[in-house]
């Protein structure tokens, strides 16, 4: 008979120590992104992040939010991004191609470069809704984003093909470009 297949766990740990992030923040709705942003730096922080650790950038808009990403990504300076927007349904259709331009663009800026890029653009129907997501009834979308990135850059680092001994020791760190 067979014996019962036992498989692997492998997962990120929520802990920032030794790791470098970006984050790529909106000004547009900046009363709503402003708060996303406080949170994903609080849970940074609370995760072992230092201040020099961290590097935040503004764009004017979410739809900015990837190439500013891809940017920050082609460095090899960081080991997880957060971009951070908020776009909020008005009556017209630009609602839907900046949502989806921008969720397309982040995601290719993640698959393209292989850094975690995490999506914290709020796409909501009403100003309510943002507000309750950046902080009074549904949590902060923020504070989760920075968790997100944390587990990522943790798992990241686990899941890179060492090249040789000494490029294994290397991959402890941030992800240096030649």
Not at 76 to 81: E, F, I, N, S, T
Not at 126 to 149: P, S, V
């Amino acid at each position: 008979m067979s014996e019962k297949l036992q498989s692997s766990k492998i997962q990120g740990d929520l802990s920032a120590a030794g790791s470098r992030f970006g984050i790529v923040i909106s000004r547009f709705n900046s009363f709503i992104t402003d708060r996303l942003l406080a949170a994903a730096t609080d849970a940074l922080e609370r995760g072992g992040a230092d201040s020099k650790d961290v590097d935040v950038v503004h764009v004017p808009g979410a739809f900015e939010l990837p190439l500013a990403a891809k940017k920050l990504a082609a460095t090899g300076k960081y080991d997880a991004l957060i971009a951070i927007g908020c776009v909020l349904r008005g009556e017209t259709s630009h609602y839907d191609y900046v949502c989806s331009e921008t969720a397309r663009g982040l995601q290719l800026a993640q698959i393209d470069t292989g850094l975690p890029v995490i999506f914290c653009v709020l796409t909501c129907d009403t100003l309510e809704q943002a507000i309750d997501r950046a902080g009074l009834k549904g949590g902060n979308k923020g504070f989760e984003a920075g968790l997100a990135a944390m587990e990522m850059a943790q798992l990241s680092r686990k899941l890179r093909a060492p090249e040789s001994k000494s490029a294994t020791a290397a991959s402890t760190g941030p992800r240096r470009r030649k």
